[in-house]
């Protein structure tokens, strides 16, 4: 079990940036995949970006290089740089971190809220 806690959400203009943090209860990425998740109202949860125990990254059609997904490992922390936000990218951001080998676990943030607009 792990519990993670978001922050940096907020009200930005479209075309600003926010940079979103996920701290871990404890010391994870080398077994965790690490993950942002977003789900806006009247829409399925999508992923955003997630980055594996080795650092690959994969992230959203929809991202398109605008996102950036990184951790700190000695803050046990991940980051979720977001430019170039558009009033599409609207929603509650959600940390996630999956382990899928020995003792299976699913772990969940409380979300943070994300409102790109004028």
């Known amino acids: 079990q792990v519990q993670l806690v978001e922050s940096g959400g907020g009200l930005v203009q479209p075309g600003g940036s926010l940079r979103l943090s996920c701290t871990t209860s404890r010391s994870i990425f080398n077994t965790y995949t690490m993950a942002w998740y977003r789900q806006a109202p009247g829409k399925q949860r999508e992923l955003v970006a997630n980055i594996a125990t080795g650092g690959s990254t994969n992230y959203g059609y929809f991202v398109k290089g605008r996102f950036t997904i990184s951790r700190d490992n000695a803050k046990n922390t991940v980051y979720l740089q977001m430019n170039s936000l558009e009033p599409e990218d609207t929603a509650v951001y959600y940390c996630?971190?999956?382990?899928?080998?020995?003792?299976?676990?699913?772990?969940w943030g409380q979300g943070t809220q994300v409102t790109v607009s004028s």
């Open positions: 996630n971190a999956k382990r899928l080998l020995f003792n299976y676990d699913d772990s």
